[in-house]
């Protein structure tokens, strides 16, 4: 499965550490569990950056990253155990304790969930604490990347 995270330049080296979702925990992870989170396509990584941005930002330096993951070492989430509200807003505390736990078993190296804000994609949760990560970095590909203008 290919993934495609998004990030701005200043912060290329440390993309995929894990340590920004680590310290400030998100949708699948508390804080204190490091994770990576990717998109499924280029277009859906826009989407999931540009949901967190104000428009007056996008002028700032971006980087786009692909990496390929073998689907061996990736798990599927299931989405009827999804509590009702998980798109909403506020993070469910039940999707972080997920994503938390899927961390800590060391079960795959990524986990497919449903994107929130289109639930009919997936993003892909990588988990840098997994003996198989490492050799996965060495493929990992940049490219500078710029919104176009025309988005607000």
């Not at 941005?53 to 999804?82: G, H, N, P, Q």
């Not at 497919?112 to 060495?138: A, D, G, M, T």
Request: glycine share 6%; with cysteine; proline share 5%.
């Amino acid at each position: 499965m290919m993934g495609y995270r998004i990030v701005k330049t200043k912060f290329a080296n440390s993309a995929f550490t894990g340590q920004g979702a680590k310290q400030f925990g998100g949708r699948w992870n508390r804080m204190g569990s490091p994770m990576v989170y990717l998109a499924s396509s280029i277009s859906l990584a826009m989407l999931e950056c540009l949901v967190h941005l104000e428009s007056a930002r996008l002028t700032e330096f971006y980087s786009l990253f692909s990496i390929e993951i073998d689907d061996r070492d990736i798990s599927s989430l299931d989405v009827s155990v999804l509590p009702a509200h998980w798109r909403q807003d506020e993070i469910s505390p039940v999707t972080a304790d997920m994503g938390s736990q899927w961390i800590a078993s060391k079960v795959s190296v990524g986990l497919r969930v449903p994107s929130v804000i289109v639930p009919q994609e997936n993003n892909l949760l990588l988990n840098p604490q997994h003996p198989k990560f490492e050799r996965y970095l060495s493929a990992v590909a940049e490219v500078p990347h710029a919104f176009d203008e025309r988005l607000k």
